[in-house]
């Protein structure tokens, strides 16, 4: 069953009630969740600094992590406990990968790509739940395809700057959700789908356990990354702004608690943050590339 956003959907409004699929696990993740954006790669990442080489392997994780999760979602379509959240048109990345990949290795990519250590444990528990488990299918599906529609649409204005890739795309399609129009109103039917699921509360509970190791696969990938990049001697350029380990300990400079303070209302402090940005040296260049970063990811914080 392909179910179409121009299909009709649950009734349901999101209402945001604590016993909310959509809400158990935005709060049941958010200390992991931290601890990942706080893995090195990630906030060298968020700066700006980026190796090309580096970069092409996390593309190379990405593939076969999404090849794996794809797949399992093919084969469990119909299942009642996720057919719901099925979306391979608006969602599906392995295709879009292979075309990043194809971009940065040639034609002959698949020759000169391996899945790593840590991407492939990941893999393997994408794997066993959905053969075993499928219903914990959606706490990956959400962990990745709503960070995606959120804090990746930042990363991919960062890494299309610091690595000058194509303003036409190539090498960023990962990033580029061609059949979702609003990724807010997206995200709204996602959840909406997602808390309609006829869950008992036992079943949401293991599903937000699986979301927190969902995360912390990711942060194996992190690390294992960052170490790859021990040995990967190459120019890099710092093209972004101080992130939680640059704020000497005050809270105010911290870019994460300045745009969520932002984006809930706090226009003294959206002012505070664009005249903080603009006295930066490189802030004058790069304000509103990095206000819209941080404005992402205080959306996926306030998911």
């Not at 999404?66 to 599906?92: V, W």
């Amino acid at each position: 069953m392909h179910t179409q956003m121009n299909k009709p959907v649950a009734r349901k409004e999101h209402t945001g009630s604590p016993h909310d699929l959509s809400e158990m696990l935005a709060a049941g993740t958010k200390e992991v969740h931290e601890k990942a954006e706080n893995t090195q790669f990630v906030k060298d990442f968020l700066r700006g600094r980026i190796r090309k080489e580096l970069f092409k392997l996390g593309a190379v994780a990405l593939y076969y992590t999404y090849s794996a999760m794809e797949d399992e979602i093919e084969r469990n379509k119909d299942h009642p406990h996720f057919a719901p959240l099925y979306f391979p048109a608006e969602l599906n990345r392995h295709e879009n990968l292979a075309r990043d990949l194809e971009y940065f290795y040639g034609p002959d990519w698949e020759t000169q790509v391996k899945c790593s250590q840590a991407t492939q444990r990941y893999v393997d528990r994408i794997h066993e739940v959905g053969q075993e488990d499928p219903v914990l299918l959606v706490a990956h599906a959400y962990t990745r395809y709503m960070g995606d529609l959120s804090g990746g649409q930042v990363l991919k204005k960062v890494a299309q700057r610091a690595l000058k890739l194509p303003s036409t795309g190539e090498g960023l399609e990962f990033y580029q959700f061609d059949a979702i129009h609003s990724a807010k109103a997206f995200k709204q039917l996602y959840r909406s789908r997602m808390n309609e699921l006829e869950l008992d509360v036992e079943t949401k509970k293991k599903l937000v356990a699986e979301a927190v190791k969902a995360f912390q696969f990711n942060m194996e990938v992190f690390d294992e990354l960052e170490e790859m990049g021990k040995s990967i001697q190459e120019d890099v350029l710092d093209a972004g702004m101080p992130v939680h380990g640059a704020t000497g300990g005050d809270i105010s400079k911290c870019p994460y608690y300045n745009a969520k303070m932002a984006a809930s209302g706090g226009s003294a402090y959206a002012c505070q943050l664009a005249m903080a940005v603009l006295r930066h040296p490189t802030g004058q260049v790069l304000f509103a590339t990095w206000f819209a970063a941080l404005a992402g990811l205080a959306a996926w914080y306030l998911m």
